[in-house]
Nanobody
Framework: HVQLVESGGGSVQAGGSLRLSCVADNLDFGHHCVAWFRHVPGKAREGVAQ????????NYADSVKGRFTISKDNARNTLNLAMNELKVEDTAMYYC?????????????????????WGQGTQVTVS
């Protein structure tokens, strides 16, 4: 049974920073596509950042490029998202997700929601 557990969300003022973490149980991030998504009620879920767990160039949504950084701690099997220069529009529930890698891109645009294992989410509020 795969379980993803996020932490690190909270409330912060605009311009501030937060660091989200995701720990996986029964899943090795190194062999999967890993990603962070966010969702605001009434809007479509947005893929924030994705990367192949064993390495490679991350993909970022245009809205977060230059401000957010996805990274992985192999020793702790943890996925992180460093968020800097936060804006009010970054307010959302943030989800960690992983899916099997079959080769090629880890872009979320090549997968459907049902392809992923999902965490329960962590709320980020920027005011």
């Amino acid at each position: 049974h795969v379980q993803l557990v996020e932490s690190g969300g909270g409330s912060v003022q605009a311009g501030g920073s937060l660091r989200l973490s995701c720990v996986a149980d029964n899943l090795d991030f190194g062999h999967h596509c890993v990603a962070w998504f966010r969702h605001v009620p009434g809007k479509a879920r947005e893929g924030v950042a994705q990367v192949f767990g064993a390495g490679g160039t991350p993909n970022y949504a245009d809205s977060v490029k230059g401000r957010f950084t996805i990274s992985k701690d192999n020793a702790r099997n943890t996925l992180n998202l460093a968020m800097n220069e936060l804006k009010v529009e970054d307010t959302a529930m943030y989800y960690c997700a992983a899916r099997r890698w079959y080769g090629g891109s880890c872009s979320h645009e090549t997968a459907s929601d049902s392809d992923y294992w999902w965490g329960q989410g962590t709320q980020v509020t920027v005011s």
